[in-house]
């Protein structure tokens, strides 16, 4: 693998998951891997052409989930407190 690195900008917004991520699944068939993402810039090495499946998990998506348990939980507990 060399180590020079090419630079690319993301234009993919969060409902855009899967055309992001057959773009990283093409730029792998051309030889560029991904090596680090920003929240913008996405750094590839060049190397050897090759099938690679990414996937990406939306971060925002689980914040929001985790809090909505936590505010089911706390509202669970006050109703708790309030019946007795």
Not at 22 to 46: H, M, P, Q, S
Not at 61 to 72: A, L, M, P
């Amino acid at each position: 693998m060399s180590d020079k690195i090419k630079q690319k900008i993301c234009y993919f917004g969060l409902s855009d998951i899967y055309q992001e991520q057959n773009w990283l699944e093409d730029l792998a068939r051309k030889g560029l891997l991904l090596t680090y993402t920003g929240y913008l810039i996405y750094d590839f090495a060049y190397g050897e052409p090759t099938e690679r499946r990414y996937r990406i998990l939306p971060e925002k998506r689980k914040k929001i989930e985790q809090e909505q348990k936590n505010t089911q939980r706390t509202r669970s507990q006050s109703k708790d407190r309030g019946a007795r």
